[in-house]
């Protein structure tokens, strides 16, 4: 049995499988599936009503409606779902298999993602090949400023959308214009804000491009959850903790770490187009920013240092590895977590793990 909790999770969707259908100003209509709570969540973007099908070991459920429809996961159970999303006429629009793992679990995070480099949809075959549970985006989604940019971002992930659960930690591009906002929402409607356990590990995304206050207070509910049963959290965010790149002079976003620490073990960012690792204290820091986007430099490709903060005393940097490189990062969790960095060009880049126990 799926050994997790899903606690408050405010739409985690994913983009299924589809014969993606066209607007006339060539916006995509998409199914999602999320879960929230004890339920796996269905969001449809058309706005006639629909019917969604499930089929596992040859039984059958069905649900009908319009905009969000829900199943509640007990009935679904772990294993593999096949799912259907259907008109009312029995027209098929979108269909997909996802994994509800009972064991080890498996994922994939890549950020920054841009189609000018012709490196994204190498990368996106890594993470095929890699067939993960769910897909984790740390945000930037999209760049340029050109009309197809969200439509042609979301062919190339398609395959991806189809059989992973995928969530996404919002950047700085996805707000750069009203019609991106807009954008956003239409597509990953629940903002970025997310939370689920698995096993005795929570999975917290935070939207830190929205109003401080409001971040801040979903953190801290968040944190509140995992902190109450001793569950090591594995967080989700755009910007870094400490930023590796060449433009940021080595820094620590002290606001975050204090939010955060200790009870956060793992952090995945992007924003920093390389691919790093530091270690902050107990704080293990993965840079997954090179999805495509123009690459950065690194200010430093390793070393270590001591730095004294207000009320936060000594804090440790070590910065492990810093690598200019278009990169994703591919995860097993089971007790703990192993990961390795792989490049479309070069292979694996980095490889480490992370003890919670």
Known sequence: ???????????????????????????????SVSIMGDKIVFYISFPDEVCVLLNRDERGIKRCGAGILEIDLDVVGSGKLHYEVQRVNKTKICEGNLSIPSGSLRFAVIGDTSYKTG???????????????????????????????WSRLLKIFQPLFSDSFFFISPGN????????????????PYEGFFRFEWGEVAFVG??????????????????????????????????PVFSLSKWSALELRQDLFRAIYPYAKVVFAG??????RVQINELSQIT????????????????????????????????????????????ELN???????????????????????
Not at 173 to 182: A, G, K, L, Q, T
Not at 271 to 276: L, V
Request: charged share 30%; proline share 3%; with cysteine.
């Open 1 to 31: 049995m799926f050994a997790l909790s899903w606690l408050r999770i405010p739409i985690i969707f994913l983009i299924l499988s589809a014969p993606l259908l066209f607007c006339s100003d060539e916006e995509i209509e998409i199914c």
């Open 119 to 149: 490196f994204l949809k190498k990368l996106v075959d890594k993470i095929l090949n890699f067939s993960p549970d769910m897909v984790f985006h740390v945000g930037d989604f999209q760049y340029e400023t050109r009309k197809d940019r």
């Open 173 to 188: 591009h996805e707000y750069e214009s009203y019609e991106d906002i807009v954008k956003l929402n239409k597509y990953f």
């Open 206 to 239: 935070i939207n830190l491009e929205v109003e401080r206050d409001r971040w801040e207070t979903k953190l801290k509910e968040y944190i509140g959850l995992a902190k109450q049963k001793n569950f090591p959290v594995i967080l989700f965010v755009h910007r």
């Open 271 to 276: 924003h920093n187009h390389i691919y790093g």
């Open 288 to 331: 997954s920013g090179g999805g495509g986007a123009t690459l950065y430099g690194c200010a430093r490709r390793e070393g270590e240092f001591t730095r004294e903060y207000d009320g936060l005393g000594e804090v440790k940097i070590k910065i492990v590895k810093c690598v200019e490189d278009f990169n994703t990062v591919l995860c």
């Open 335 to 357: 007790r703990n977590l192993s990961c390795r960095a792989v490049s479309p060009t070069r292979g694996v880049i980095d490889d480490f793990s992370v003890e919670f126990k």
